[in-house]
Every structure is written in structure tokens, then in C-alpha cells.
């Protein structure tokens, strides 16, 4: 029995899109669990590259298939935009496979996104994923899959519409839905997709006893967790391994590996308290060094050190079982790299990743170590040889000595070939 989950250690964008991309050829199925189309995955293999934000990054396999699995809210027009483009490149989705517990994202939860994070300030992706997980957990106002084919699909849609209007109004702003395009849209969006959906949770069960790999692909990551993660400034669906069962179906017992992907250093896009964010000439340099901008919303990224307290953290609550160190490249050439350690919040040391009050107060501790300068032929030396300049060597095994996790990949660039098993 292989059953494998993907995690992000940190805020999201750790680079889990290439990773999945080079496992995936192990794999029959890769199942996507969480979040929705705020996550945005690239992979890139040759002059090939896609962005994908809600298909499983496994398109370049024709022949695995591609779960979309109850924990997933899927808004419709992505969903076709991205089938449509991916065909168009050419990849078959015979193999897509949609659950039919899935939640649907409409029109008023992107509206009452941008409504509600203009107040809040989280700076979501303005995707509608807040209001439609509230929805999922209210339950009278939300749409499934399977309800896209219910005979009192309009009856549902009028009276969800009516009653979005008055909230939005509550917001002090005026809004119309067309409730009759909504549901044709809905309904052409459910005969499009009718040959995809099942249920899931059989499925998958199905699978594992008759021995077959799956793959579950985490969006986001651990520090954006509804309940782990630096809540409020958080997505609104859970991102670590418990999400992997809950929203697959598949039980916490046949879940046998847990990957963890962590950037070299730290990313993080949105509000939010971000110890060891560089705001200097040194942030900038990586941040345009990494192409740190937003897949899915183009935004610049924050960037700073990597931080051992919030991944250590992460390792704890998710029980990695391995790390993927990625884009170790953006930090050649530096002179003198830094980890945070350590915290020190009201003059006190901690190596506790604190709640959001506490983590607004901390000041990192770091150890410095001396950079590497490698550059690409050196890196397809050590990709060759699998052997590290004393530097790189004494950062990596630093981590994996702290983080009790070993290290079993590290990535070098966006290429499937720029990446080295250990
Ligand atoms: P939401 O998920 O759109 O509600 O956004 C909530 C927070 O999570 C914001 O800070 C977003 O920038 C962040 N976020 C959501 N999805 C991703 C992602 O895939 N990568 C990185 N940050 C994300």
C-alpha cells in the first residue's frame, strides 16, 4: 500500500507543482484535497509549462488519473477554462475524475470576498473560497456537485441569490444576480463535467485494495491552515495531513508517507505577521532572483529568511516523514545566509511557534552560515555525483538535524532535470 500526501511547510508556493509533476510518474492516482482555485500550481517540463489551480499537476501522465476530491471547492468557469486549455495543449483529461461531494463556488462568494476583505484586510485571492467554506459549514446556503442535478436546482439558486442580496446590502452596497444565466451556466458547467463525477471516497478506497499509488496534493500550506496556521490571516479550509483524509475519504491509517516541501527560504503573499520577512535591497533580490510574483494572482511575494521555529512547527503537526528542500538556487552567490532559530518574544527565547498576538512580537534569532556559489554546471556536478560543497552540505544537514526529518529531494529550478534525490 503506497498512499503519499504532499504538504506545504510553509505559506503556500513552496514549489509543490514540479514536485508532484516528477512523483506523479510513480503514482496511478493524484488526488487534489483542499482549497480551490486560489491555489496555483506550475510545473514546467521543456518549453511545456502550465499554471494549473484546480486539475492535479500531474497533466504530462495521460494515463493517471486526476481526482478532484470532496474537500475542494470548485468554481465552475475555472474548472472549464482550465479543461479547455489543457486540452487545447494537447493532454488528454480522459482520466479526470470530479467528487460529487465537491462544493460549488458562485457568483456571490467572490463578491462578498472582495466585500468582506476590503474590511478584514486578510487580502485573500479574492477567489470566493472564505465565503463559500462558510457556506459548506452553514449548510442551508451551500451547492454540492451532485446538487447541480437536482430537479430544485433553480428553486435553491433563487432563494440562495435573494438572500446573498440582503447580506450584501447589510455590507452597504448594491447588487443584482441574474439568477436564470446563473443557472443555465450551472447547468451546462454539470453536463460538461456529468462523465466526471463519482464518488470519490469509493473510488479511492477501491484503489488502495487493489493496490494501487495515490498521490494526494496539498494546496497551500501549513501556516495558511484554518485551524494551525496564523489564524485570521489564514485560507478557510484546512492545508495538513488531517485535511489529506478529510477531504479524500481516505482514512489517517493508509496514509503511509507524508512529504513535506519547504522553500531554502520564506515566502508570503497577503497580511499577516511574517518574522523573518526581508523589507530590504536583499528581499528584492530574491524576490525577482525567485519569480516570487503570484501564479494565481500576480502579486509580488513577500520574502525573507527561512525560519526553523514556524518549520519545525509545520513538521510537528503534519508528522513529515521527508522534506523537499526547493529553489536552493535563488540563494547562490549570497555571502553569508541566515536561519532563524529561535524567537524572542517580550524578551524571552522560544522555539514555540506562537498565536498570531505573540507572533506580531517576535524578533528572530538567527545563525548566520557561509553561502555556496554554485552555479548551474555545478549543480548538474552535484546532481552527477550527489556530492555538496561543505556549505550547502552544512545548511541542509542543519535543517534535517533540526527538523529530526530527512532530506530526500532538493530542487535547483523550475525544470524537472534541476532536482537531485538524496
Ligand atoms: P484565500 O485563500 O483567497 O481566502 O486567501 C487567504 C490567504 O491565503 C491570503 O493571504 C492569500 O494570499 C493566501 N493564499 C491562498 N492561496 C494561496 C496559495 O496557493 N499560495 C499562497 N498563498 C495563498
Redesign the pocket.
Known sequence: MTVSTII?MQ???EGKGKIIDILAKDYDYIVRFN??D???HTIKVGNRKFGLHLVPSCIFYPEKFKVIGNGVVINPETLLKEINEVENAGYSLKNLIISEAAHVILQWHKEL?GIE?EKGG??????G??PSFADKASRNTAIRICDLYNDNLKERIASIAELKIKIISAYGKETKFNDDEILNKLKSFAEKIKPFVRNTSYLLNEAIDKKKKILLEG???TL?DIDHGTYP?????NTTTGAACTGSGIPPKKINKVIGITKAYTT?????PFPTELTDDLGEKIRQKGGEF????G?P?RCGWLDLVALKYSAMINGTDELVITKLDVLSELDELKICVAYEIDGKKTEEFPVIEKLKLAKPVYTSFKGWNINEEGWNKIKKNKKMPKELKEYLDFISKETKTKISMISYGPEREETVLL
Open positions: 506545504g505559506w503556500g508556493d482549497g480551490g486560489n491555489a496555483g470576498d476583505d486578510i487580502g485573500t485571492t479574492k477567489r473560497i472564505g494546496a497551500q500550506g495558511l490571516f489564514v485560507t478557510s479550509s508570503r503573499v497577503g497580511s499577516g503570484g501564479t494565481t494572482t502579486r511575494r
